[in-house]
């Protein structure tokens, strides 16, 4: 599966991108808005190896894609759909960036792409995203998408000494508009 956008090739990961999903994992940028203070090689290719396994799935429920520059193909983030239910049809997105590659709009960029995706070729009829709250450029990449946020959660993740909340975001088929 591959999608494209203007300036983007979302495909799917293979084994090859663990090297790149470890080098953008361990920057501290990046670690400062995660679960986990440290990440290993392993802790990366079992990333790239739940996504791998994602494609195997049928039928499947979970679409979680690298993401390139057309411009040269080495990953620079990944963004990905996944149905939580059937019946209404209800899915989450998320998506991550090399930090290198914040503030590009690539972010905005390929969540448009998923989200439209999600309605026209899945049929969904909701789609929803988290964000923690102390997270400004995700909560600006989804008020971008037009998603709505409907609350915040309790004190809900235990990082190393700190809790952390998130706020629950979502978007109905009926609001969506292709741009």
Known sequence: ??????????????????????AYQQTPEYRSLRSTDAYTLEDA??????FVG???????????????????????GTCGIRMQTEAP??????????????????????ARRMIEFGFQDLGLERIGAWC??????????????RLCCEGQSAD?????????????FALLKGEWKVS
């Open 1 to 22: 599966m591959q999608l494209e956008t203007q300036r983007l090739i979302l495909r799917e990961f293979t084994p090859n991108d663990v090297p790149a999903v470890l």
């Open 89 to 110: 049809r209800i899915a989450t997105i998320g998506y991550e960036l090399d930090p290198e590659y914040w503030g590009s709009g690539y972010a905005t960029e390929s």
């Open 45 to 50: 290719q079992a990333f790239v190896d739940r």
């Open 54 to 76: 994602w494609q195997q799935e049928q039928p499947r429920q979970r679409f979680q894609l690298a993401m390139t520059l057309k411009s040269h193909p080495d990953l620079i």
């Open 156 to 168: 809900s993740e235990n990082v190393p000494e700190r809790w952390r909340k998130y706020f629950r």
């Open 132 to 145: 923690r709250v102390d997270n400004a450029a995700s909560i600006r990449v989804l008020e971008k998408l």
